[in-house]
Structure formats: structure tokens, C-alpha cells
């Protein structure tokens, strides 16, 4: 099975593919950059699905994610993934990133959904060194798609130039 990567500058609640990635806060209420434009063009079928998961589990962890439908977005799920909070880079921030982007997949994988699209997870308001959340985005789903076979069809979302010009030159 051949798996494609690639890389987009655009914005992600446009896309149209299976599901999309958000890069959620834990309380999973919205907030701001990609999660409140996914939220606001989702409309608020996304919202109830997250308090609905907010209130069976309590929101969702750093590292981990959980899925809702789309609402009225062009994609047929979101998968609402928590990265980390850059620091200084002895928390666990290179670790709970790869973990963002790895369950993703995985969850992506167990609704049998085969094209997924990420934003740049954690590299606005979360302050994480760009270069370095792009390294561990591109080594994530490389590592994942080698043991998965489901999944044909990964884009790298990039909403600004700078993280555009990163992922285009990492990726072969």
C-alpha cells in the first residue's frame, strides 16, 4: 500500500477529506487559532459532541485525542488532538506532541477513515519552536504509517507561510 504525505498552505476547515485534526485545548470547548476556526465553521454540532465527551470523561489529556463529527465543515470527522504547552523543553513536550499526532492516526485508523488532514499542532498561542514540532509531526506519522496500513493519505494543513516553507523542506 503506497501512503502519501504531503503539504498544503491553506486553511484545514476547508479541506475536504475523511477527517480533520484540531489542535484542541483539554477542556475541548473551542478557544483560539485553528480550534476556534474549526469550531466556528464546524458550527455548534461539534461543540455538543465535545461537551457530551467532556462530560463522560472529563475533557481530553495533553498527548491524547478523541473524535466528534464534522458539523457543517467539508470533512467527514474532526479528530480533537491535545499538544503541549511549549516550556522549555523538559516537560515532555517533545514526547506529548509525537503522542498528539500518533493517536490521531490511531484513532483515525480504528474509524476506518483513510485521508487525514493536521494543522501545525501546538506552534501558535502554545508557543512550541516550529522547526522542531514539524520534525516530530513528519517522524510521528512516518513511524505510524509503517506499522498501519489503512491510512493512504496524510496532509501537512499549513495556515502561514513560515511553517509552509518548514514542512516543504523536511518532506522529501
Known amino acids: 500500500m503506497e501512503h502519501k504525505i504531503k503539504v498544503e498552505l491553506g486553511d484545514i476547515t476547508k479541506c475536504e477529506t475523511d477527517v480533520i485534526v484540531n489542535a484542541a485545548n483539554t477542556s475541548l470547548m473551542g478557544g483560539g487559532g485553528v480550534d476556534g476556526a474549526i469550531h466556528r465553521a464546524g458550527g455548534k454540532a461539534i461543540l455538543d459532541e465535545c461537551m457530551h465527551i ?11 485525542a478523541v473524535i466528534t463529527n464534522a458539523g457543517d465543515l467539508p470533512a467527514d470527522y474532526v479528530i480533537h488532538a491535545v499538544g503541549p504547552v511549549w516550556q522549555d523543553g523538559s516537560k515532555n513536550e517533545d514526547k506529548l506532541l509525537y503522542s498528539a499526532y500518533h493517536n ?7 474509524n476506518n477513515l483513510k485521508s487525514i ?4 499542532i501546538s506552534t501558535g498561542i502554545y508557543g512550541f519552536p ?10 510521528a506519522v512516518q ?25 516543504s523542506k523536511l518532506l522529501p
Not at 54 to 64: D, L
Not at 117 to 120: K, T, V
Open 143 to 167: 513511524d505510524y504509517l509503517v506499522e498501519d496500513e489503512f491510512i493512504q493519505n496524510v496532509t501537512f494543513v499549513c495556515f502561514d507561510e513560515e511553517n509552509y516553507r518548514i514542512y
Open 130 to 139: 516550529k522547526e522542531r514540532a514539524a520534525e516530530i509531526a513528519i517522524h
Open 104 to 110: 490521531s492516526l490511531k484513532l483515525a485508523s480504528k
Open 117 to 120: 488532514a493536521f494543522p501545525n
Open 54 to 64: 467532556r462530560n463522560k470523561q472529563g475533557g481530553c489529556k495533553t498527548g491524547e
